[in-house]
């Protein structure tokens, strides 16, 4: 799961060096990741609407069913 | 930049629903163009002195960062452009994005890419990303959401690295030209009744893409109009008679 927001991130900021992905201790079969991504990068992530971070939700909600995981998805800003 | 632009104009009551008919009809994706408010319209009293909203939308010769430029391809984990191969370095490109994401999805699957012809007619191409394997329902999702969303993950980073906005389609296992095939029989069918029934036909809500192809299908249609109402995600096309 980390590595599919790792992945998608460091391909579509200019700052892919800022990049990180932060995985919080389960509580039972959920997982919490964090994503940090450069201040000018965050629009990029996002999207309009937040279409951008919706999408990468969806690919990650697949990612962790095949562990019967679930995954929840925040986004912040780097200093 | 490339010289060549697409400018479509569209008129419509409000501005974000000129916005949307356009996108619909150019099916695209609302990043891949540029709005330019041409008349934000007016309401009248009772209808006197309505006017209309007029937007013009570009299509953007680069879509996502100002940085890139359309000569240089971005250096990133993705494989390098290899001289001579300019014209099928964007099929690989694709292929390569889709194959790491889905296994980054944990799925497996043989990943393919094409140069197909773009539906709406235009000259250039478009690249299609097919997808076989087993059990790959997982990928297309209720309303084909998760298709929807790898494709658009997908596309965003094609273009970040090519440096411009190319078209581009993921099918799995063949669903979606069997998806376009039904929606075609389905749009057929409902102008039918359309015409029979005298009244206005709602179909269900269904993503841009889906929507165009029934506008596309019943564009020549003598007897009916083709509308899309409603916001995203619930935007639906209705279909009503000529008059």
């Known amino acids: ?79 | 930049m490339s010289p060549e632009k697409t400018i479509l104009e569209v008129i419509a009551p409000t501005v974000e629903e000129a916005v949307s008919r356009g996108l619909d009809q150019l099916g695209l994706p609302e990043e891949a163009v540029e709005v330019e408010v041409l008349d934000q319209g007016a309401k009248g009293l009772f209808g006197l002195g309505n006017r209309q909203a007029r937007v013009r939308l570009i299509v953007r010769p680069i879509s996502l960062g100002e940085k890139t430029t359309a000569a240089e391809p971005g250096t990133g984990s993705t494989p390098s452009r290899a001289s001579g191969e300019d014209d099928d370095y964007p099929l690989e490109l694709a292929r390569h994005v889709v194959e790491e994401l889905i296994t980054r999805m944990k799925v497996n699957a043989k990943v393919e890419s094409s140069w197909v012809e773009q539906h709406n007619g235009s000259p250039e191409p478009m690249v299609l990303v097919d997808v076989h394997g087993e059990d790959l329902s997982i990928l297309i999702g209720r309303r084909s959401e998760v298709l929807n969303s790898l494709q658009y993950i997908t596309s965003l980073i094609v273009s970040k690295e090519l440096g411009k906005w190319i078209p581009l389609m993921i099918d799995i296992q063949g669903y979606r030209t069997r998806r376009e095939r039904q929606l075609r029989q389905l749009a057929q069918r409902m102008a039918e009744q359309a015409v029979h029934s005298g009244r206005r036909q709602v179909l269900e809500p269904m993503s841009a893409s889906e929507r165009r192809i029934i506008h596309l299908e019943l564009r020549d249609h003598p007897d009916v109009v083709t509308e899309s109402v409603g916001d995203e995600p619930n935007r639906k096309v209705t279909i009503l008679l000529k008059r």
């Open chain 1, 1 to 79: 799961m980390k590595e599919l927001v790792e992945y998608i991130a460091t391909a579509l900021v200019d700052n892919p060096a800022e990049v990180s992905v932060k995985q919080s201790r389960d509580f039972g079969n959920k997982v919490n990741l964090e994503l940090q991504v450069a201040k000018e990068d965050m629009g990029r992530i996002i999207g309009k609407s937040g279409r951008v971070a919706n999408s990468i939700r969806v690919l990650l909600r697949v990612a962790a069913a095949r562990d019967n995981k679930q995954v929840n998805l925040d986004v912040v800003e780097g200093r």
